[in-house]
């Protein structure tokens, strides 16, 4: 019997190859029989996979032999046949049958390279929601599978990739991020990696993604290493005097790549002075502002907001509120004047002037691509703690924004923005400041985060909202609890 089954199935490969696909497809439908071995099976379901692909049959046609497909497991490694064929199908615009037949491939054989090109085919859906689910999948499957490193780097650089248009997902771009291991990836694949990283709360992991940057930059002559040496320098404007040595370190590398002279040192030199404010105090930091706004001339506004800051909010010789067309081009530098302005502003009483100041600010923030200089973060901090509702108002306003993803440890930590929060009356967000702070191991978080959720608890029972009390007042309980253990162990 098996003979005749190898006579039957040459025959329709010689009608494939010599006839065409029409004349073939009945030959090999004949051979799908459930009982068939498998390997002869998978070779048959293959021929008449490649017939109804390149006769552009309905989708019930290639839905039929795709189910057959998928009963075929321990079939042997057809991956690559399975691959050629959906690249196919997609590439005339017949992206259902792609993924009828990428899933068929993955129930055949869940192999790490199945589910990624699962993956790729429910993006091409506009399914979105299950790709990244599945692509979470072929992430851990390639960790554990021989020779699919490069799978795991792809799958998690795509979740990173889209992650990081949507704030509320950020969190989630930056822990695919830091668990890529980008050894061996392709170039573009290690810079959606890097940003994923910058993103990240931890200057360590931050650093790692600015030395993936500092990789790219060193062919300046690509447009991949121009963009990561531009990402690095927009990354240390975005920061500023918070940037700190580890990451000012990283920096400068990348900067050293600069192919131009002149460029490149004078790159240089506005970090040096970036980290010479950040080192200094008092007056010595108001003269090392200076020389920084000596060395940029773009950030003369910014420059002097931050004397006007530093010397107890005095008079500053131009309009006290930005306007959007006067502004520094830079993103960074111009959220950064913001916060500066509206800093200035709320020392002078100009409250109006302050509150629009930081709703400009919060619109920039909330566009996304642009990291938060700690001069947002000490004017939202000044606001909350004001007197004044409509500037109250604006800060929790953009407090709410700045808590929304990921970004660097604010001036303070997050701990003193939960305590600002719950005394500004946002328990909510106070709650989540507050497990940011447990997050960064700030001394005493879990304390205050189990006072916070305690007082959220009772005002939840207050309300007559009894089983959101409970969970509250339960966890709570579970902060307090662990939070005077580690006491009693000293920590």
């Avoid at 098996?2 to 065409?20: H, M, N, P, R």
């Avoid at 002869?40 to 996979?49: K, Q």
């Avoid at 939840?460 to 007042?473: C, H, K, V």
């Avoid at 939070?483 to 162990?489: E, F, L, Y």
Wanted: proline share 5%; glycine share 8%.
């Amino acid at each position: 019997m098996k003979f005749v089954d190898e006579i039957g199935l040459s025959a329709a490969q010689k009608l494939e190859t010599s006839v065409g696909p029409f004349v073939a497809l009945p030959a090999y439908r004949r051979l799908l029989v459930r009982t068939a071995e498998p390997s002869f099976a998978a070779r048959a379901a293959l021929g008449a996979l490649r017939c109804v692909v390149r006769l552009g049959s309905d989708e019930r046609d290639i839905g039929d032999i795709a189910a057959y497909w998928s009963t075929l497991s321990g079939s042997g490694p057809h991956f690559p046949a399975i691959l050629d064929l959906c690249r196919l199908l997609a590439r005339v615009g017949r992206k259902s049958a792609a993924l009828a037949l990428a899933q068929a491939e993955t129930e055949r054989a869940p192999t790490a390279r199945a589910l990624y090109l699962y993956g790729r085919c429910l993006e091409l859906m506009g399914e979105g929601d299950a790709a990244f689910v599945v692509f979470v999948q072929a992430a851990t499957r390639a960790d554990e599978e021989k020779g699919a490193a490069d799978v795991a780097v792809a799958a998690r650089a795509w979740r990173v990739q889209r992650l990081l248009g949507d704030r509320s997902t950020a969190a989630l771009a930056v822990a695919d991020a830091a668990s890529a291991d980008p050894t061996g990836a392709p170039p573009e694949h290690k810079l959606v990696i890097a940003l994923g990283r910058l993103r990240s709360p931890s200057r360590f992991v931050r650093a790692s993604g600015l030395s993936l940057l500092e990789e790219l930059g060193r062919d300046p002559t690509t447009s991949l290493g121009r963009h990561a040496i531009r990402l690095a320098a927009e990354h240390a404007d975005a920061l500023g005097d918070a940037l700190t040595p580890l990451e000012a370190d990283r920096v400068a590398a990348t900067l050293g790549h600069v192919p131009d002279d002149a460029a490149r040192e004078n790159a240089l030199a506005r970090l040096a002075a970036a980290q010479a404010i950040a080192a200094s105090r008092g007056e010595a930091q108001a003269e090392a502002v200076t020389r920084a706004g000596e060395l940029a001339p773009e950030i003369a506004a910014l420059v002097r907001r931050a004397r006007a800051a530093l010397t107890g909010g005095g008079q500053v010789d131009e309009a006290p509120r930005p306007s959007r067309s006067t502004e520094p081009a830079s993103p960074s530098l111009r959220l950064a004047s913001l916060g500066l302005s509206a800093f200035v502003a709320l020392g002078q009483g100009r409250l109006q002037d302050a509150a629009g100041a930081l709703d400009e600010a919060a619109e920039l923030v909330t566009k996304g691509g642009v990291g938060v200089p700690a001069p947002v973060w000490t004017a939202t901090r000044a606001a909350l703690d004001s007197a004044d509702p409509l500037a109250r108002a604006a800060g929790v306003k953009l407090c709410e924004v700045l808590l929304q993803g990921p970004a660097a440890t604010p001036p303070g930590g997050h701990s003193a923005f939960a305590v600002a929060l719950a005394r500004a009356g946002r328990p909510d967000l106070a709650v989540r400041a507050a497990r940011d702070a447990v997050a960064g191991k700030e001394p005493g978080a879990r304390s205050l985060l189990g006072m916070i959720l305690r007082e959220q608890g009772w005002a939840l029972a207050a309300r007559g909202q009894r089983e959101l009390a409970i969970a509250a007042l339960l966890e709570a309980k579970e902060h307090l609890a662990a939070a005077a253990k580690d006491g009693a162990r000293g920590r």
